[in-house]
Structures are given as C-alpha cells and as structure tokens.
C-alpha cells in the first residue's frame, strides 16, 4: 500500500485566502484523522470521521476550519479565511480500528503539508 | 483534565542507552503509544503498551505502570539515525470522541 498520501506537501499563502489541504487515507481503514502540529502546543487532534462521518470535530479551533468526507478515499481540510496564526504542518492519519492495539488500533501517518499563512 | 508530560530535549552518544520519560494524567486510559518523528517527516509508530510492564522490540523497550501514570521509552545501542523526536500519546476513551492524546515530544540528539 502506498500509505496515507497528503496534498500539498507545501503550500505558502496570503492572510486571508482560502486553503484546501487533501487527504486519501490507507485502503480499508475506517478511521481518519486531521492533526495540526506546532513547536508551541505540538500534536492536537482536529477532527476525526469513522465510515466517512465527522465523530468529534472539538478540536477544530473555529467556524474558519471546515473538514469532509465526501467517501472512504478522499478527506479535505478548508481554512477561510486563513490567517498567520494557522500557519503549521497539518497531519492526516488513518487507522483500521479506534479502540484497538497494533496493527489495528495504529495511527499512520501521512507526509503533512507545511502550511504558511503570510 | 488531560495532561502528558515528556522533556523537551535529550542528548546521548553513539552506542549508549538512553531513556526517556513520560508522565501522564487522564480521566481514563485504554493504551500508550510510542511514535517516532525525524525532522520534518511524518509520525512513525515505534511501540504500544496497555498492561503494566516491559514490551521489548529490537533495541527498543517500552515500560508501563498504569498506577503511577508512567511509561518510557528505552532505545540501546543508539545510532546517529536515532535521533529525531519520541512522541508520546495516550488513548482515553473517557473523552468523547478523543483519540490520541499527544506529549509535546522529547528531542534526541545522537552525537559520535
């Protein structure tokens, strides 16, 4: 399997446009996460679908940030409007299973996209 | 409320043993897990613990005490390529809906 795939592995921006990360989780994994990971607060949970249904979106700083799931292979995170402070690398993971032990219950990471909000 | 704490950074020397901590408080718990993240790179995952004691893999060892909300990560015979940041996270189900709840993460730095 190819792993999670993420798109853009970079993308630089002006304050206030519109930013659209992508995410295609692992093949027959249920369970996919949105992560944002920055020096001062590190790894946090955004957001997270089973079977392609937003289940806790808690962690989604505010009404700007918007995630779907359109079906099992395809996830996207939106920001508008953007701003500096959203700059981050943002991190999609998929796992089989939520409440499990390895392989099942394991998070796998995709390459982030490093995201710059000028 | 929920807290993980690990050091922030760590220094060692080829071939040594080193061991980082980690510390944790959450309403509940359902397994720590162990993740591996060289610079600028994605989260790997290095080891999982749910019942108290040692899972060892490899030069890698991780311990667990679920009653004194501790866990570490012991790597031996350290190599230049370990160094990177060890993450650690611990599932509480307790949350609605939370997952993973990460440590800020400890940086290695393997030096010849």
């Known amino acids: 399997d190819a792993g999670v795939i993420q798109s853009p592995r970079h993308e630089v921006t002006e304050m206030g446009q519109e930013v659209t990360l992508r995410c295609k989780p692992i093949?027959?994994?249920?369970?996919l996460f949105w992560y944002r990971q920055t020096m001062m607060r590190g790894l946090e949970l955004l957001i997270y679908f089973n079977n392609n249904v937003p289940i806790d979106d808690s962690g989604m700083p505010e009404d700007r940030f918007s995630a779907k799931m359109p079906n099992a292979s395809f996830s996207t995170l939106k920001i508008q409007p953007s701003e500096p402070r959203d700059s981050a690398v943002y991190f999609c993971a998929s796992s089989f299973a939520l409440l499990a032990g390895p392989p099942g219950g394991t998070q796998y990471f995709g390459p982030g996209t490093r995201l710059t909000v000028l | 409320g929920q807290n993980i704490d690990q050091p922030t950074e760590m220094t060692a020397t080829e071939g040594a043993i080193v061991q980082i901590n980690c510390t944790y408080q959450t309403s509940g718990f359902n397994g720590l897990f162990w993740y591996q993240q060289h610079a600028g790179e994605a989260p790997t995952f290095l080891s999982y613990n749910v019942l108290d004691g040692l899972e060892e893999k490899g030069r890698f060892s991780s311990f667990l005490s679920r009653s004194k909300g501790y866990s570490y990560l012991l790597l031996k015979e350290l190599q230049m390529k370990d160094s990177a940041s060890y993450l650690c996270?611990?599932?509480?189900?307790?949350?609605?809906?939370?997952?993973?709840?990460f440590g800020k993460g400890t940086t290695l730095s393997v030096s010849s």
């Open positions: 996270a611990v599932r509480d189900p307790s949350q609605a809906g939370t997952a993973l709840i």
């Open positions: 093949s027959g994994h249920d369970y």
